[in-house]
């Protein structure tokens, strides 16, 4: 995907199949799937500058960057811990 900051000719034109507007998850997905099948994709999301380059928490939105993803990635690393301990005092 390709980035463009700033268009001067106003008679500039896009040719796109599909539009997919929001970096979230859902965003992310169907403009990955529909390129994969041939289509011309232009994703839009709103893009303030921040340290993460990206929306508050970067492209991919809240569930993939702090939100569910992460969470389960804790939670599995946690499980893990408490079986290795259990093993050890076994």
Known sequence: MSEV???DDESQTFDYDLVVIGGGSGGLAAAKRAAR???RVALCDYVAPSETKGTMWGLGGTCVNVGCIPKKLMHAA???REQTKALAEA
Do not use: L
């Open 78 to 80: 946690a499980v893990h």
């Open 37 to 39: 099948n041939g289509a």
């Open 5 to 7: 900051d700033s268009i």
